[in-house]
């Protein structure tokens, strides 16, 4: 039996080991951290690349405890802690990272800035799956961009984890939404309020030609990074355009962007939990997307299979295997 000091967590010992159930000592908040009860762990790409070995710029050494994002209660509150109490439900990207413990255990002390009250309207494991995507998105499309109603807003990636979201949120701003992505994706990034293009049926000049005459869209968001961010400097409207990048981590020729008088914008999301500094923009986003989500506005798509702590591996199997029908999320 595992005492009160003591919780069950899931620990990666090596580069691609196998998940391993284990009792840990309970963790107790510092000043400016909650201990939080956790219900539910989400399942991000970045954290089976930690699993790999492969996210060096993640910080995240093994053995450790995986697991960013992360939905529960407020079981314990530090020092200094004041806009959250003992029993508030809350959701946050926290976990992980940095050598922090991961969210695939019982319980975990968080930094209380970068926590929320949860959505009334999810349940933990729909609020598990939102963080590190909801924030990704919102930095691009607001603290990056600034969309406003009217423009045009073109996301590379509808139907993907960061891009269904980013559709929804440029769609509550009021923006004019497009949204490329498989021909198997369309009716799904239609269903997001985006006019869905099928990047392989079309080249980008043709549909740029096609829904802006040819002038470009305001803003285009690349969440796939690579050949598709070369597209989107193609993409941009001429003068003005904006393009921000969520993976523009690669050499990519700025040419295309500059004959069009646009700029280029990157987001890094794990940059507050690496470097501790903008922690509490973190909670603001996660605060300012509970009205867009309690309002109906923005919803997770989540995969229907359920997984615990004893089936974790097969969601990380699931997530590598890329046929995952929407956000994966471990419910403890």
Known sequence: MIDSNSMQALIVDTANAPFRLVELPRPTPAAGQVLVRIKASGVNPLDGKIRAGTAGHARQPLPAVLGMDLAGVVEQ???????????????GLATGIGGAQGS???FAAVEADLMAI????????EAAGLPLVLITAWEGLVDR???KAGQTVLVQGGAGGVGHVA???????????????????LDLIESFGATAIDYRANTVQEYVAEHTDGEG????????????LDASFVAARIYGGHVVSCLGWGTHSLAPLSFRAASYSGVFTLLPLLTGKGCARHGEILREAAQLIEAGQLKPLMDERRFTLETAQAAHELMASGTATGRLVVEI
Not at 167 to 180: E, H, P
Request: charge should be neutral.
């Open 118 to 125: 949860k959505p009334r309207n999810l349940s933990m494991r």
């Open 167 to 185: 559709v929804q949120i440029a769609k509550a701003l009021g923006a004019n939404v497009f949204a490329t992505g498989s021909a198997a994706s």
């Open 145 to 147: 961009v600034g969309v």
């Open 217 to 228: 869209f305001d803003v285009v968001y690349d969440t796939v990074g690579g050949a598709t």
């Open 104 to 106: 695939l255990a019982q």
């Open 77 to 91: 509150v530090g020092e200094g802690v004041t806009h959250l109490k003992v029993g508030d439900e809350v959701y």
